[in-house]
């Protein structure tokens, strides 16, 4: 255990509280268990971790996930955790993550939807708004030079893990960011107490930047000459105003619902939603590479051995998730323009299921079969690559929608061999569990894909796919299609 605050790891992560550290260093302080968990679920680009022993049971889950990922994990005294945390009442766990910003020319028309912050100085409002942006599915945020620094602790905090989920662009300044953007398809709206228009009224059609000022001045004046309107919200009570995390709250909102149509149709997502939220999901892996390959080159002689493999570790990781993510995309696109095709062959739903989660659905997933003498045969029909990139899909929306311990696979013999991707905690009921499938998530991640896939997959495959809750998580049910009869004359390489 580390007890002394001028332990050089500990030294090093405190000097990340001031802003000259963080910059001279690229790395930031995340702080507790909500940001280090969706830190560590996201692919960010995690050096080290610091915890408390004897901590609560949600930090050990967190801590069991950074482990999972090879992140170094060591355990602090309270007094040195107090120092290395920015709370009043420390949660017991800090991590220490490289930079995450992407570059301005990575906010592209097809993101729909952008918050920028001109001169925003207060952390706690910009986190708060990272985080409604993050909500409402918007492609990106950008923070002008003068604004805060997105990786002060209170904004990283503010966030509630948000900073990891979409882009966010620092130090430009409003006329470069107008002029990026505009150039990319945007056009700019500024949110104004006197604007020219309410917003209710406005047009928000195509893809649109919503630019707020500063919390006690408003907008730059710079603004004037860079926004092709001003939007208002109108006040129908006897509040003067609102402060500015709750206005651009209801500013996005309402473009977001105006964009997507949100009355709610029920309808499952369109396929350039999908590709949306698939190249969204890329970003993060793919800003992690070029983060890590850009440190090596800068500091490669500074580091040792041990830092430099796990630097090349991180980036391997992250290379396979890039590479899963993008046959994801193919499939969904051979699916949304009726391309695909597959080829049933009989298999053995054991082994190919167990195959198919040591190859493609990750760590911490357990295979369970029930009702089954040992050596006996399960045979379906399946395409192997196809089952494998299925179950990959169901194991990662398992471990999105649910909470604790592993997924667990349940291979159950019958009429058509069912098989069962559990896992438990969270907050579905039956209802919210089907809607999973039918694209109506609240949740705008690569989940959707990957179910959209799965779900596609499945129908393809001759196989049924639904969804109900298990103690508050989700329990995705396959059944699978019996084998194909063997045709005349195949002799025995049927395989059967």
């Known amino acids: 255990m580390i007890t002394s605050a001028r332990n050089r790891r500990v030294a090093e992560a405190i000097r990340l509280k001031r802003r000259a550290g963080r910059e001279a260093e690229r790395r930031f302080l995340v702080e507790g268990v909500q940001a280090v968990g969706e830190a560590i679920a996201s692919g960010a680009p995690l050096v080290e971790v610091f915890r408390v022993p004897h901590p609560a049971e949600r930090v050990e889950q967190v801590v069991a996930a950074a482990r999972a990922r090879s992140v170094p994990v060591h355990e602090v005294s309270p007094a040195v955790m107090e120092r290395l945390a920015s709370t009043v009442t420390p949660q017991g766990i800090v991590a220490v993550a490289g930079f995450v910003d992407v570059p301005l020319a990575a906010l592209a028309a097809g993101d729909a939807l952008v918050a920028v912050l001109a001169e925003v100085r207060d952390p706690g409002n910009a986190g708060t708004i990272i985080r409604t942006a993050d909500a409402i599915g918007a492609g990106g945020v950008v923070l002008t030079a003068s604004s805060v620094d997105p990786y ?194 009989p298999v053995d739903a054991t082994a190919a299921i167990r195959a198919a989660a040591e190859s493609g659905a990750g760590g911490d997933v357990d295979v369970v079969v029930e009702g089954l003498e040992a050596g006996a045969r399960l045979p379906v029909g399946a395409d192997v690559p196809r089952l494998e990139a299925m179950l990959s899909s169901l194991v990662e929306a398992a471990r999105w929608w649910g909470r604790e311990g592993p997924v667990r696979i349940e291979i159950l013999p019958g009429e058509r061999v069912t098989i069962r991707v559990v896992r438990e905690g969270g907050d579905l009921d039956d209802r919210a569990a089907a809607g999973l499938l039918a694209g109506v998530a609240e949740e705008r991640t690569g989940n959707r894909l990957a179910l959209f896939v799965a779900a596609g997959l499945a129908a393809a495959m001759g196989a049924r796919l639904s969804a109900a809750a298990e103690r508050g998580g989700p329990a995705f049910m396959l059944q699978l299609a019996p084998p194909p009869p063997r045709r005349d004359g195949a002799g025995s390489g049927g395989g059967g």
Not at 264 to 290: S, Y
């Open 152 to 345: 002060n602790p209170k904004t990283v905090r503010a966030t509630a893990g948000s900073l990891f989920h979409l882009p966010v662009v620092r130090g430009c300044t409003l006329e470069e960011a107008a002029a990026s953007l505009r150039g990319a398809g945007f056009r700019l709206l500024a949110a104004a107490a006197d604007g020219e228009v309410d917003i209710e009224r406005a047009d928000l059609s195509g893809p649109i930047a919503l630019v707020f000022g500063n919390e006690a001045w408003g907008l730059p004046a710079a603004a004037a000459g860079l926004v092709d309107a001003t939007v208002r919200i109108p006040m129908r009570g006897r509040a003067e105003s609102l402060n500015l995390a709750a206005a651009a709250a209801v500013l996005l909102f309402e473009a977001a619902r105006r964009q997507t149509g949100a009355e709610g149709t029920g309808t499952a997502p369109g396929f350039a939603a999908l590709v949306r939220e698939g190249a969204h999901d890329l970003r993060t892996p793919a800003t992690t590479i070029r983060g890590f390959a850009s440190l090596l080159r800068s500091r490669w002689a500074a580091l040792d051995d041990a830092r430099r493999l796990e630097m090349v570790g991180a980036i391997e990781a992250d290379a396979e998730r890039v590479a899963a993510l993008l046959a994801r995309l193919h499939e969904a696109a051979r699916l949304a323009d009726g391309s695909l095709r597959v080829t049933l062959a």
